[in-house]
């Protein structure tokens, strides 16, 4: 069975100081690995696809990162306009997600 | 841009009612989905479709079904809520070249149910 696990659940950050969130899977065929932004009150907006080991893309303060076992959502200096849930998703057949539990973000200024 | 509706933002409703949820996106996406979100669950798939009249169960679909006559349009039913079906329920959309992954979700529909 597929298995999504995220960390922390919660982050608390003061605006300007860069952290990592992590997203660990575990899966039998890696198509995909997404993650997703959610503000409370809305659905889930895409940022990231990442495909094989050692990829990574870049998007303003994020960067995600992407090994064989996890993948690391990196924020470097955030704003508070970053607090969000950071969502994580593996794609593996048939078109499904397997989503994670989410890091709820808090930035404060 | 991408987008995708849903008819209801809140919703309550009574234990064995028939409740219908309205998903529809304009942007000729064959792949629909229906998740639920619960805290300290995360999303959980109750159903897709990747075509008209076609569907598929997810991870939950029980006391869950579907329609999707229309592209553009998925319908969610619950045949006889339950309290348990209290929940927020998303509609995604996703071209079915981009496979599952690059999902466009509604904002959302909140369920209760009494």
């Known amino acids: 069975e597929d298995q999504v696990t995220q960390s922390p659940e919660a982050l608390r950050l003061q605006e300007g100081e860069s952290s990592s969130l992590n997203c660990s899977y575990t899966?039998?065929?890696?198509?995909?690995l997404f993650w997703y932004r959610q503000d409370p009150g809305k659905g889930p907006e895409f940022l990231f696809t990442?495909?094989?080991a050692g990829e990574e893309k870049e998007k303003e303060r994020l960067k995600a990162t992407l090994t064989k076992k996890e993948s690391f959502l990196h924020i470097t200096a955030p704003k508070p306009e970053d607090s969000a849930t950071y969502l994580c998703?593996?794609?593996?057949?048939?078109?499904?997600?397997?989503f994670g539990e989410g890091t709820q973000l808090t930035v404060n200024p | 841009d991408v987008k995708v509706t849903q008819s209801s933002r809140y919703l309550v409703k009574r234990t064995g009612e028939k409740v219908f949820l309205e998903c529809v996106q304009d942007?000729?996406?064959?792949?629909m989905f229906w998740y639920r979100q619960d805290p300290g669950l995360g999303l959980r798939l109750i159903y897709f479709?990747?075509?008209?009249?076609?569907?598929e169960k997810g991870d939950i679909p029980e006391g869950y079904s579907v329609s999707r006559e229309k592209k553009e349009r998925f319908s969610l039913i619950l045949e006889s809520a339950s309290t348990n079906q209290t929940s927020m329920y998303l509609c995604a959309s996703s071209l079915r070249s981009s496979g599952g992954g690059w999902q466009f979700f509604g904002p959302g529909t909140r369920l209760t149910v009494l």
């Open positions: 479709s990747y075509d008209v009249k076609m569907k």
């Open positions: 998703a593996v794609e593996t057949s048939g078109s499904r997600l397997t």
């Open positions: 990442l495909y094989s």
């Open positions: 942007m000729d996406h064959e792949n």
């Open positions: 899966v039998s065929g890696l198509r995909g």
